[in-house]
């Protein structure tokens, strides 16, 4: 059982800066040549699939959290 909750938007955003390192890592070892200017499509482009990802998590969670409670807990009866 994990012990902190599943955030994938974090997930997304390491790997679009793992990514950014490795290019520039592979420049640095002489592989390939990497503009000055890479890093800042792929960090820009990875904040934005990382809001998207983290938003439509959110909202997945809230769903699931208000319809396991509005079912499992109706609530005190109403007399009238």
Known sequence: MPRHEFQPGKLVIGLFLVAAGVAYAGD??????????????????????????????????RRRRAGRTSTADPGPEISG
């Open 28 to 61: 640095a070892g002489g592989l390939w040549v990497t503009e000055w200017f890479t890093a800042i499509p792929l960090v820009v482009v990875g904040l934005l699939l990382a809001g998207v990802v983290a938003g439509v998590n959110g909202a997945v969670r």
